[in-house]
């Protein structure tokens, strides 16, 4: 993606370590239109007062107000909003809760600068793509990507959290492979991926999702047809 799409992004950038927070906002401001810097929770409320932001990318172990209450409060009024965490914790279980807040990625740090750019991608790809958003899938199944639900004909399908890690990385690589690699970093995480897991969470999936819509690749990895 090119610079110039970046340029178009306006984000909130909130960690409370002085020196990493600096460095991340001069490397932002070389890639994204305008960047604003809160150290907490509390002062990034203060800042989305005056300020929309089309991404936030925030820490998660803060004084005052820690990054996960500080989604809490800006998801009451915000459930679009494209939210980054950064995070040194990979368990599952830690991780796991913000789902429900519609948390678009995580970042563990070390913040790296590729790891910066790849995210404001993914962010950008979903502001500018609707169909991101709600995506409509064959047999008239919809996927309501804000929401994190299933539809069939209007009729909601419980999906479990590690089934919408599993779909939303799927469509995350709509045009590509998702390998057994990313699997494992993205939706098992700090748990290992055995066969049996796998195979028994892609057969619950298909049971609920249209006919032949995953499509497995030996050896390799996962794709949507």
């Not at 609920?208 to 990895?221: E, Q, Y």
Request: net charge negative.
């Amino acid at each position: 993606m090119s610079n110039k799409v970046l340029k178009s992004l306006k984000v909130l950038f909130i960690e409370d370590e002085d020196l990493i927070r600096n460095k991340i906002v001069s490397s932002l401001e070389y890639i994204v239109g305008e960047v604003i810097a809160a150290s907490n929770g509390i002062e990034a409320l203060e800042k989305l007062q005056h300020f929309t932001p089309d991404l936030i990318i925030t820490d998660l172990e803060m004084p005052k107000m820690n990054g996960a209450d500080f989604i809490h409060e800006v998801r009451k009024k915000d459930k679009d909003t494209c939210i980054i965490v950064v995070t040194a914790y990979t368990s599952e279980k830690y991780l796991l809760q913000l789902i429900d807040m519609h948390i678009e990625k995580y970042i563990l740090k070390p913040i790296t600068l590729e790891k910066l750019i790849s995210a404001l991608e993914d962010c950008q790809k979903r502001f500018s793509n609707s169909t991101n958003l709600k995506r409509t899938l064959p047999d008239d199944y919809t996927y309501d990507w804000n929401q994190k639900i299933l539809l069939h004909k209007d009729e909601m399908i419980t999906l479990t959290k590690k089934e919408i890690l599993f779909l939303e990385l799927l469509f995350k690589n709509i045009d590509s492979v998702t390998s057994f690699e990313e699997l494992q970093e993205v939706v098992w995480q700090d748990s290992v991926m055995t066969d049996n897991a796998l195979r028994s969470l892609i057969r619950n999936l298909r049971k609920k999702l249209p006919k032949d819509f995953i499509i497995n690749l030996s050896g390799i990895g996962y794709k949507v047809a």
